[in-house]
Each structure stands twice: as structure tokens, then as C-alpha cells.
């Protein structure tokens, strides 16, 4: 199915990314390099709130990642203090564990309504189906901001 394929590539980067992060010490991670405006652990933990406000918001669910979370790696938002370790740890978790239950919650049937909306790149996303699609695009966004920012640590 088109959608499997979908969440199979959203799961892939970010193993991907988790991989390449890996062996970052929690310094790393925190490190907002000059020129930058937020740094790697900001990055990850934004991955998941997006996935959380355009999947589950958008289709009026409650998001299973909380509310706390999500407001604070929003769009719009900026690292306000260092993460602790605890926090990263759960940041990695929380990568592959949401695209986990969005699996469990697509194949439970849980998407039904979309409210539309346009992306900051002009795309129109009107079902849940299309945002699903356009996960990786703004995945592969923030690979990008990950590579710059590991490469000026």
C-alpha cells in the first residue's frame, strides 16, 4: 500500500538520522553553532512535533506525544535552555516510537478527517494521505539542518 511505503521512508530517515547523531555527546547535541538559531536535539525533537501536529492535529486527534512536548519543539520555537540527558534520551525514543504508533493508528483506521492547510513552500495539503507523503520532504529538510550543524561543531 502507498501509505506503508510512506511511513516506511519516514521510518528510514530517521534511522538514518538517529545513526548519524549517534555517537554525539550531549554537549554536541546542545551546541548552537555560531550562525545557527537552534542546534541538533532541537532538530530531533522538532521531527516529532511536526509529525504529531500534521498527522494527529490536523486530523483532529488527540496526538499520543504530549501537548508540552509539541509546544515546545514547534515551528516557531528556538532551544530556550540545554536539554538534559534524560530529555535526549527521550527525544531518540520518541523518533521511531511515534512512526510505531502511526503505523499501529493507520492500520487501526483512526485517520478519517483532514483539516487543509498550506505548507511555508506553497503545497496544499488536503488529506491525510498527502501530509503523510509530505513528511519526508520536511524530514529530509532538517537532515539537511543536521548535516550543517554537525559539520560546524
Do not use: C
Not at 496526538?63 to 534524560?86: A, H
Amino acid at each position: 500500500m502507498k501509505d506503508q511505503h510512506n511511513t516506511y521512508i519516514f521510518r528510514h530517515i530517521r534511522t538514518a538520522i538517529l545513526a548519524f547523531t549517534e555517537a554525539l555527546t550531549l554537549k554536541q547535541l546542545n551546541e548552537i553553532p555560531t550562525g545557527f538559531n537552534n542546534n541538533i536535539i532541537w532538530n530531533l525533537g522538532h521531527l516529532v512535533a511536526t509529525d504529531q501536529r500534521i498527522l494527529y492535529i490536523r486530523s483532529g486527534l488527540q496526538p499520543p506525544v504530549s501537548s508540552e512536548f509539541i509546544g515546545k519543539y514547534q515551528k516557531g520555537t528556538k532551544p530556550e535552555f540545554l536539554i538534559e540527558e534524560k530529555e535526549a534520551i527521550e527525544i531518540k525514543r520518541l523518533l521511531l516510537w511515534s512512526v510505531d504508533r502511526l503505523e499501529e493508528d493507520y492500520n487501526n483506521k483512526i485517520f478519517v478527517n483532514y483539516e487543509e492547510w498550506t505548507t511555508p513552500y506553497g503545497n496544499t495539503i488536503s488529506t491525510f494521505e498527502e501530509a503523510l507523503a509530505f513528511l519526508p520532504f520536511h524530514e529530509g529538510l532538517h537532515r539537511g539542518a543536521i548535516i550543517a550543524l554537525k559539520r560546524h561543531l
